[in-house]
């Protein structure tokens, strides 16, 4: 075995995995077929919201841990993190999230609200750009003695001869890679413009919605959504889809029209009925698995990571 513990996976999720795993003394490699740069997580949005997630009890927990990691993280600008203010709002009534209390989000004035929306909520949350936030974890993780490796796996087995702890991070590829059929890919595709000076995000929440409608700001960028289309996996761009983004997304902020497209990205979510975080001997290797975490990636990350960190302690015992 080459190393104590192997990381399958270089989205959000495995990279926040092997930082605890490296921090709490252990030796990791990340194993990856394609860098953190060319996962579906660098192609997100990102924005922290607990979105349709379950269980809710651990959802709520983790998404809460997580939630008190970025804001610690948003003063350091390398991160790509900042504390954005914005609006999520409805075209049909509804009550304000139960997260809301949490990012002290309070409901929006008739005033406030977007033409055709009857009911909303303003808060502060973090908001993330996430190819940097990517390289921040990917240093963290080498400042704390881990590695990255460009490496594929066909097949668990292989990963479980490398280490004597196998994290499964493997996202909307835990399909193929642990068999499981209750893993799908949900294609998401957004859209980069220049920002013609937009400064607060903006959402639409409205309950059962068919399109993902959002306006993030990262400085110069914005990045506006989206789609979700179940059970297509292919990576390419598609072009009508992203115009009917813009199309969508001007219709909010009219400034939007003229914004210059800078270009397109396309990831995978990983979708399942329920997040999967779980672990199993086999023989002298401890396997985990931490996938399933649909458009909440970000968001439960840290609450995830930690927690499969305590299953290590406590489960394959201290490191020598």
């Not at 579906?40 to 008190?68: F, H, K, Q």
């Not at 590695?147 to 590829?173: F, I, K, M, P």
């Amino acid at each position: 075995m080459s190393a104590k513990a192997v990381v399958i996976g270089a989205g959000v999720s495995g990279l926040t995995t092997a930082v605890c795993l490296a921090e709490s003394g252990m030796d990791v490699r990340v194993d990856t077929d394609r860098s953190p740069g060319e996962t579906t997580s660098a192609a997100a949005g990102a924005m922290w919201d607990p979105y349709l997630a379950e269980p809710s009890d651990l959802v709520e927990r983790w998404s809460r841990e997580t939630l008190s990691e970025l804001v610690a993280l948003s003063p350091d600008a390398d991160t790509g993190i900042r504390l954005v203010e914005g609006t999520q709002e409805s075209r049909l009534p509804c009550d304000m999230p139960v997260w809301g209390g949490l990012v002290g989000a309070r409901l929006c004035r008739p005033d406030e609200l977007r033409q055709g929306f009857v009911a909303g909520w303003r808060y502060r949350a973090p908001l993330v750009d996430m190819p940097r936030y990517l390289n921040y974890l990917v240093r963290r993780l080498e400042q704390a003695g881990g590695t990255l490796r460009r490496h594929r796996y066909d097949r668990l087995d292989e990963a479980l001869r490398e280490a004597q702890v196998v994290v499964n991070c493997s996202g909307a590829d835990a399909r193929f890679l642990a068999d499981d059929a209750s893993v799908d890919a949900v294609r998401g595709q957004l859209v980069v413009v220049e920002n013609p000076g937009i400064r607060t995000f903006w959402c639409d929440d409205t309950p059962g919605a068919e399109d993902l409608t959002y306006i993030y700001p990262h400085a110069d960028v914005l990045v506006l959504g989206g789609t979700a289309e179940r059970g297509n996996w292919d990576l390419s761009p598609d072009e009508a889809s992203a115009r009917e983004i813009v199309r969508r997304c001007a219709a909010v902020e009219p400034s939007i029209g003229e914004a210059r497209v800078l270009g397109y990205r396309v990831g995978l979510r990983p979708v399942r009925s329920r997040v999967r975080l779980t672990d199993e001997r086999h023989e002298d290797t401890l396997l985990l698995h931490n996938y399933g975490h649909g458009g909440a990636g970000l968001t439960l990350s840290w609450g995830c990571a930690r927690e499969v960190a305590q299953r290590v302690r406590t489960t394959a015992g201290p490191t020598p």
